[in-house]
Structure formats: C-alpha cells, structure tokens
C-alpha cells in the first residue's frame, strides 16, 4: 500500500510549523540539515506581487537515486513500506563528504552550495559526479534520467562535446582527468530507448524557433517542458542544423543524433522541415499566426574564401558547403590532392573527410607555429594524423593556380607570429623568400564562419551586429523587436555544441519570464568560476590511469563512414567512473528529482528525514505535520485515498517523470489571483 501526502500551495504560507512539529515529536537536533525546501518565490511589479511558497519535501521516490550515489550508504529504501530513510549516524549531513576546501574560498559560500568544478564548468550545468557515480554503480537508466534533466542531446554530446568539465577535473592534479564525455555516451547508449510521455502544454501561447540545430533544440527542450506549444522550422530537408550536415557521420552517427531528435518531438515538439522562414516578413506573418515569441538560432552557416588571386576557380569551396553536400549524399570529387586551409575543427572534419572520400594526400596549411597550437580538439588531430593527415604550420596561402578545368596548384609562403601592431591588432610576418608553389586538386577554406541572415530588412528593429552575429541586448538575449531573440552561434559564434544548446537554454529562460511578463526569482543562485573551487586531494589518493575508449582500426576507417569512436565497455565504464574524486560531495543532493536535500554548515545539525509517521497511522492518527498544519495545506493518506479527495497528482512544470519515478506527493499548484501579473 502506497501511502503520501497532499500537499496545496495556495494554502501553505512557508511557517514551518510542520518541519518545528516534527523536530518536536522526533526529538531531532536543531540545525538546518534536511530533506524539505521551502522557496519563495516573486512575479510581477509592485503593488500587483504574485508571491508564492513552494515546498519541495522528500518524494520517497519508487527508486530512489540518492540511496545509489550516496558513498556512505546513508541512505536506504524501508522494504515493509517503501520510505526511503536516512541513518543519520553514516550520514554526514553538515560535515563534508566531498574535498572542496570552503573555507580557503570565503564569500559566505558554505558546504552545502558547494559546487564540483566540472559542474561549474559545463555552459549546460550538468550534475557530472552524481550520474558518474549512478553509472559507476551499473545505474545506467538513472544515470541518462539525470544527464536529460539538463541536456537535451545527450547522444550527441556524449560524441563531439569539446569537454569544458574535463578541462576542469580536479583529477589532473594527481594523474589525468574522468573520461566525462564518455561516461555520458556509455549512460545512453546502453540504456534501451523509450519515449517519455508527452508534456502536457499548461501554457495556451506558442513559440516559434528558426533553426533545428544544438541552440534550437536546445531551447525547444526547455520550452516544452515549461508547459508552451513549440514548433521549430528548419531551412534544411534534415533536423539538426550543422549537427546533421556539418559534422561528419564517423564523429556522431545518423542513428545517434536521431535517437536525440526522437526523444525531443516525443515531448510534444512539432520540427518542420523544408520550412525556411524570412527573418523579414516571415516573422510576421508567425507574430500573426499566434506564436509568443520567437528565437532565432540560423547558426553559422556562411564561410568565406581566403582573399587570394584563384580563389574563384572550379575546386576551390568552402568547408561548410563542402561537409553540408557529403552529408546531403551528393557525390563530390575532390582528385589526388587536396590543401585545406585553417586549423580547427572545420579543418579537421574537412580533411579527414577528403580523405575518405579517396583524397591520396591531404595536407592542412595554417599560419600558426607548430601542430600543439592548432585549435582543433586534440583527439581530433591526433586521429587526423593516424589517419594520414599532413599538418604544415607556419604557412600563408597567397593564390591558388589553375588551367580552364579548375584548381592545379597553389602557392604558399613561410610567415612567422602571431605579432600585434601599435592598435592591438594581430598579424603575421612572411618570411621573404619562401614561397613554394605545390599541387592540389581541390582547395577548401575553413576559416570562419558566420550567421547567413539573407533577408534581414537594412534599417528594421533587428538588426546585424559587426562580427556578423544578430544584434541582441547580451542581458537578455532579446533583439530590437520585443519578442523576438537569439541564440547559438547566431547570438556570439560561441562554436561548440554545448555552449550553442546552453545558449539557447538560457534564451529559452528569457523567452518564459518576457511571456510571464518578467517573472523574477528573487535569491537567485550565484555563479561560481570553476577556476574559484579550492579542492584539496588527500593525500596518499592512488594514482589510477584513465581508461582508453575502444577505437576503430585504422585500416578499417578510410573505407568507412562509421564511427571512430567505439566508446567504454562496461567494464571500463565502471572502472573509469570510480575515478571521480567526488569533489563536491552531497550527491543525495544532486541526484534528487526535487532538489529536497538542503545542507549547511552548522555544528551539530543532523539529517532529518521524514519516514511519514507510519507509528501513527497504527493508532488511526495522521503525521504530526498534518496535524500541525495551521491553514491545513497538508493533508495524509494512501494514494488512492488522497486521489479520490482531490484528483490526479499534479506533476511540477518543468520536469518530466519516468515511469519508475511518479511521485509520492500529490501537490496542488497555487493559481494566480485578480490583479496578479498574466
């Protein structure tokens, strides 16, 4: 029998009676280490305040993830009545379980904030040692619900993220950093898929996003779950803006961006494709249709020919077109020899898809020094060179030679940087003498790119800022036109996937309070630099090596468009995933669907732990809490009872449940009274 409670905001006032009733029957130690939150919260301008105490208590979830990741199995689920329950002596409430120095870092910041420096790293905010320490415990399922709570592609990131958290892992300071990139693929690809229900819209506006890559996708996860309609229209035939026709097949498969995509328009999520829309009159005519706002997130899917004499002749391309039609199946011949110039990781996809598009020699020319400085991601240009890249630092195109058939060769020089003139503005010095004519077939530019906006109206309210981007309040994300914002790389060519999907969060969080009519929340969350964490590794900690992800023969790559990347087995999964130092600690608190975990730094505070009174229900009586309950918003009993009293549960806007984890709590949302903000 599955017993709870009912719990009706528009009644609850924040007193605390029941949390003082219960320290009183319980005899519990004062001290604010528990497992209930009360937030208030603020909407509106003054006089017309819409305020509201929310409280966010234990949920004695059917499969509690804080019971998996606690490392002194503090935590357990009661056979005989299924509540989960704390053994206050192995937990350490207060006391630090994870090595974060807080009191070296000052500012008032406390224990019980304490945030790891992957986590404070990540532009997506992802809680890395919770589901590394739910996959270290074979907790795969409950590892990708907690990676989804915060990341919307988790297939892809798990592939092609550039690892900000990794940069960040304190372990480099005793051998290498957690393989976190990995962890996540491994969590999700050995999790059977299943599509979570379809998110109910609680809101009647709409809002409408042009583009369908990492930024787009990204804000339409967030959307959706906030309870808006979202419908997102895409230019391209495919879904997923440059992750679909930028980035090749043998670093994220087709199948794997797709489980992605399958999982965001199972939400509710309507993708349009063959669906351009004018950033002119087309915004409009969406204004008009009904649509609330709109985001734009285009990306960056212009690039630009190096200023050189031949740059126009048939062989010479850019790389964003170039990787856009390989990936569209167009057939593309590029000869014996092709030269790409740039050095990132539009280089790399390039060359090494010349390559397997029967390129013999692919050579990659670049104007910096030496193959370390070269801005691709290091495991990519280590593969590139396995894979028989030519890397030539130190050289300038300076044209590109050719007959009435096209590209025949070019001609490069030795330049030597980078300088910076009197203006601050860098440059390279070409070493007189050097120049070097070599043949090439094909030529392709990957030098930059930048927002297409054809169509932009010149003198409208939105507008193109200097660098090419869409001109935005950077505070708010919003252009000119009220409703109308950005994001991605059309917002601050920012490149990667994580950030473009963090990007188009953070709009999406912008997008909701301009619809609520600049809904704030008071007391936000500081932001702490991963750079600021003082973790201090005990001494005497083992050294242990990183795991090696499996990787596909060389000989076998050339011929194939598959993946490189194999990734962990589960046995190196787990091994690589007990390598996490835990530097934060309080992973009850992070793993918890409903942050109801609160910590602080207070000497003697125990963990006190609500187990639902069961030695009163013997008696006929209810818990304490409900009893105590001045303006009754507390109310006890079985589900089915409290079902019938007061209706289904009403699940909290913003989250989406698995079927393993419904809540024990059946809550009543407050509802906005006359005159409160729409």
Not at 253 to 265: F, G, M, N, P, T
Not at 496 to 507: K, Y
Not at 652 to 669: H, T
Request: aromatic content about 6%.
């Amino acid at each position: 029998m599955q017993r709870g409670f009912y719990f009706d905001q528009a009644r609850c006032t924040g007193c605390f009676a029941c949390s003082v009733a219960c320290k009183d029957m319980h005899n519990t130690p004062a001290g604010p280490a528990k497992w209930m939150q009360i937030k208030y919260r603020e909407a509106g301008e003054y006089p017309n305040l819409f305020v509201s105490h929310q409280a966010t208590p234990c949920y004695h979830c059917a499969n509690p993830v804080c019971s998996f990741v606690c490392p002194n199995d503090a935590i357990s689920k009661r056979e005989q009545d299924g509540v989960v329950v704390v053994d206050r002596e192995k937990c350490r409430c207060a006391e630090p379980c994870g090595i974060i120095d807080v009191a070296s870092m000052g500012g008032g910041y406390t224990y019980g904030e304490s945030t790891a420096p992957c986590q404070a790293a990540c532009p997506a905010g992802l809680h890395a040692p919770a589901y590394i320490a739910l996959i270290a415990k074979g907790k795969n399922r409950e590892a990708l619900e907690l990676i989804r709570r915060h990341m919307p592609l988790p297939s892809v990131c798990g592939r092609i993220c550039v690892a900000p958290c990794e940069t960040a892992c304190s372990r480099s300071g005793l051998d290498e950093p957690v393989a976190i990139m990995a962890l996540k693929r491994f969590a999700h690809d050995n999790t059977p898929y299943e599509a979570p229900e379809r998110v109910t819209q609680t809101d009647g506006r709409k809002v409408a996003i042009i583009g369908s890559g990492p930024a787009g996708l990204g804000a339409a996860y967030d959307l959706i779950r906030m309870g808006y309609g979202v419908t997102v229209f895409e230019a391209l035939p495919v879904v997923g803006g440059m992750l679909a026709v930028g980035a090749p097949t043998y670093r994220v498969s087709r199948e794997a961006l797709q489980k992605d995509i399958d999982y965001i328009e199972a939400l509710g999520v309507e993708i349009r494709t063959n669906a351009a829309i004018d950033l002119g009159q087309g915004l409009d005519s969406l204004l008009a249709e009904g649509y609330g706002a709109a985001l734009l997130a285009v990306g960056a899917h212009r690039a630009a020919k190096q200023a050189v004499p031949g740059a126009d002749l048939q062989g010479s391309m850019v790389g964003t077109t170039f990787l856009r039609d390989v990936n569209l199946g167009k057939v593309i011949e590029v000869g014996k020899t092709v030269v790409v110039i740039g050095d990132g990781n539009t280089a790399l996809d390039c060359a090494r898809t010349a390559r397997r598009l029967g390129a013999e020699t692919v050579r990659m020319l670049f104007r910096k020094g030496s193959f370390e400085e070269a801005a691709g991601h290091e495991d990519e240009k280590h593969q590139a060179l396995e894979e028989g890249v030519l890397f030539e630092p130190g050289q300038s195109l300076t044209r590109i030679l050719g007959d009435g058939g096209g590209v025949t060769s070019i001609e490069a020089v030795s330049v030597v940087g980078p300088m910076f003139d009197k203006d601050g503005r860098r440059y390279y010095e070409t070493v007189a003498g050097t120049e070097k004519t070599t043949s090439a077939d094909t030529v392709i530019f990957a030098i930059g790119q930048s927002p297409d906006l054809t169509g932009l109206p010149a003198g409208g309210e939105i507008t193109q800022a200097g660098n090419g981007t869409i001109g935005t309040d950077p505070e708010t994300m919003m252009t000119g036109r009220p409703g109308i914002f950005a994001a991605g790389d059309s917002f601050d060519l920012a490149g990667s996937v994580v950030h473009a999907i963090a990007s188009g969060q953070r709009a999406a969080s912008f997008i909701h309070r301009f619809l609520q009519g600049d809904v704030l929340q008071v007391r936000a969350k500081p932001v702490v630099q991963a750079s600021d964490i003082v973790v201090n590794i005990p001494a005497g900690s083992p050294k242990q090596p990183r795991q090696a992800e499996r990787m596909r023969p060389v000989a076998e790559r050339l011929s194939s468009w598959d993946e490189v990347s194999l990734g962990f087995d589960a046995e190196a999964a787990v091994a690589e995933a007990k390598r996490c130092l835990n530097c934060a600690g309080h992973l009850c608190k992070d793993a918890c669907a409903y942050s109801s975990p609160q910590f602080d730094i207070e000497p003697g505070a125990k963990m006190q732990k609500c187990d639902l009174c069961y030695d009163r229900w013997e008696s006929g009586r209810k818990p304490i809490c409900v009893e105590a309950c001045p303006p009754r918003a507390l109310d006890a009993g079985t589900m089915e009872e409290l079902t019938a009293k007061y209706g289904p549960s009403h699940d909290a806007v913003g989250f989406v449940y698995s079927p393993a984890q419904k809540p024990s709590i059946l809550s009543k949302r407050k509802q906005r009274g006359a005159g409160s903000p729409k």
